[in-house]
C-alpha cells in the first residue's frame, strides 16, 4: 500500500483538518504522514510520531513542501514511516469520495514502478504532487539536509 504523506506548515491546521477529514483518517490512520514545516522547537526536539490517532513529524526547518522529503528521507527507518512507495500530497488538497480516493491509489501502486522516478499526478503544474518509491524519497529528501 502507498502511504500518503501531508505536507503542511505551522499556521495551516485549518487546512490541515479539511484535508484529513477527505481522506477518511479516521479508517486510514496508518497510511497517512503528516509532515510538518515550521514547528516549535520541542516538538522537533521530541524527534518522535505524537498526536494520538494520526503519524506526525515535526521539522523546525520551513523548506515549503520539501519539507515532507527531507522528513520521510530521515525517518525510513521507523515503522510507521516505512513503506514501498509514497504519495506526496500538500495540505491544500482533498478528496470529494474518499474511497474512491484510496481504490484509485491501490490502482496506481502497479502502474508506478520505476524507482528512479517521481510520478507527477498533475504534469501540467509539477507542484511536487505525486507519487515515488522509498528509494527515490531517500535519495531526494536527503538533499535538503
Not at 487546512?15 to 477527505?22: A, I, Q, T
Not at 522529503?69 to 514501498?84: G, P
Not at 478528496?95 to 517521481?118: G, H, I, M, Q, V
Request: hydrophobic residues 30%.
Amino acid at each position: 500500500m502507498i502511504k500518503v504523506v501531508v505536507s503542511t506548515c505551522s499556521g495551516y491546521e485549518k487546512f490541515l483538518n479539511h484535508c484529513l477529514r477527505s481522506l477518511n483518517f479516521k479508517e486510514h490512520y496508518n497510511d497517512i504522514l503528516v509532515c510538518k514545516a515550521r514547528c516549535d522547537p520541542d516538538l522537533v526536539a521530541i524527534n518522535k510520531f505524537f498526536d494520538g490517532n494520526k503519524s506526525q513529524m515535526c521539522s523546525s526547518k520551513n523548506l515549503y513542501e520539501y519539507t515532507a522529503f527531507n522528513l520521510i528521507s530521515s525517518h525510513l527507518d521507523y515503522r510507521e514511516v516505512h513503506s514501498d512507495k509514497y504519495l506526496f500530497i500538500h495540505d491544500t488538497c482533498w478528496t470529494a469520495d474518499s474511497s474512491f480516493f484510496w481504490d484509485k491509489l491501490n490502482e496506481l501502486d502497479s502502474e508506478t514502478n520505476d524507482s528512479t522516478r517521481f510520478y507527477y499526478l498533475d504534469n501540467s503544474k509539477r507542484q511536487n504532487i505525486g507519487i515515488c518509491s522509498k528509494e527515490f524519497a531517500k535519495e531526494y529528501g536527503s538533499q535538503f539536509n
